[in-house]
């Protein structure tokens, strides 16, 4: 059983940066791999980005790539989602999601795939 709780969201001008956190409890994250979705306003969730338990491997949609980076920490059982050049198209509720798996390199892109999910929290970037 792990629980997630995500913080870090807020109103941002376009051009901006957040740093959203995702803090994980219950057990460590350290065999976890870990996503990050977002669901804007009447569409579906969709995925950002994702990052193995070891780190090693991370995975970007084409829309964030260059200006997004997910990272881990697992000796504090969270994973950061660094948000650069934040357009206003990235306005979302945007949630974390965690798989376990013995597989240190697995990363997973689908919302099937996960197990257990946060609460969201919402960015919001004005024009």
């Known amino acids: 059983q792990v629980q997630l709780v995500e913080s870090g969201g807020g109103v941002v001008q376009a051009g901006g940066s957040l740093r959203l956190s995702c803090a994980a409890s219950?057990?460590?994250?350290?065999?976890?791999?870990v996503g990050w979705f977002r669901q804007a306003l009447g569409k579906e969730r969709e995925f950002v980005a994702a990052i193995s338990w070891g780190g090693g491997s991370t995975y970007y949609t084409d829309s964030v790539k260059g200006r997004f980076t997910i990272s881990r920490d697992n000796a504090k059982n969270t994973v950061y989602l660094q948000m650069n050049s934040l357009k206003p198209e990235d306005t979302a509720v945007y949630y974390c999601?965690?798989?376990?798996?013995?597989?240190?390199?697995?990363?997973?892109?689908?919302?099937?795939?996960?197990?257990?999910w946060g609460q969201g929290t919402q960015v919001t970037v004005s024009s």
């Open positions: 219950g057990r460590t994250l350290r065999t976890y791999a």
């Open positions: 999601a965690a798989e376990f798996t013995p597989r240190s390199t697995v990363v997973r892109v689908s919302r099937g795939e996960y197990d257990y």
